[in-house]
């Protein structure tokens, strides 16, 4: 396992994102919602960064089984979200891959008649994209590697890890 991005990085930058996110959803009804389970922790950090009043909110969408690293087929399961008409939302993700998760749950969410919508990640795989839709907002940019912790997981190990790092070939045998 490689060390990418250590704890000291992360927590500058989503304090950093934070302080950004309040000024532009200051005096609006902003209600964050996060991707269960890879932005737990990220979403746990980001809204105690936001220093204005927010709701907030989660989902929960799949597209990892077991031990793979490959996607299948996305499930995504819409019956924890509060009520978003009129609300200003942003989507916080884990990290944008292939941009599919992030561009199904918008879609799904834009149904729910919300005032504004946008996402934000703290990882983005810009070489790995297969949608015309970029993130509003992410924390780092990142290579095309398989990459755990921070709430990343493989085979729902390694999300308590305060780091993210990516995993070499024998890790993932
Ligand atoms: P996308 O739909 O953008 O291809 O993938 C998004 C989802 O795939 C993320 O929410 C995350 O769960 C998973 N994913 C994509 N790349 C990685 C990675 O490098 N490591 C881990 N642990 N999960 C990933
Ligand atoms: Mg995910």
Redesign the pocket.
């Known amino acids: 396992m490689k060390v990418l991005i250590d704890e000291e990085q992360i927590n500058s930058r989503v304090i950093e994102l934070g302080r950004e996110l309040a000024q532009e959803y200051q005096n609006r009804p902003l209600t964050i919602i996060g991707?269960l389970?890879?932005?737990l922790v990220l979403l746990a950090d980001l809204i105690r960064a936001i220093d204005v009043p927010h709701q907030v909110g989660v989902l929960q969408?799949?597209?990892?089984r077991g031990k793979s690293?490959t996607?299948g087929e996305?499930q995504v399961n819409l019956d924890y979200l509060p009520d978003l008409t009129d609300r200003d939302v942003l989507l916080v993700?884990?990290?944008?891959?292939?941009?599919?998760?992030?561009?199904?749950v918008l879609a799904q969410i834009q149904d729910q008649n919300p005032r504004s919508l946008k996402s934000a990640?703290l990882?983005w795989?810009e070489e790995?994209?297969?949608?015309e839709l970029e993130p509003d907002y992410h924390c780092f940019k990142?290579p095309e590697?398989?990459?755990?912790g921070y709430g990343?997981?493989?085979n729902n190990e390694?999300r308590h890890l305060p780091f993210i790092a990516?995993?070499e070939g024998s890790d993932l045998a």
């Open positions: 991707i389970a890879g932005s969408a799949s597209s990892y690293t996607p996305l993700d884990d990290i944008f891959d292939t941009g599919k998760t992030m561009q199904t990640v990882l795989k790995a994209s297969q949608v990142i590697h398989f990459v755990v990343l997981d493989f390694y990516s995993l």
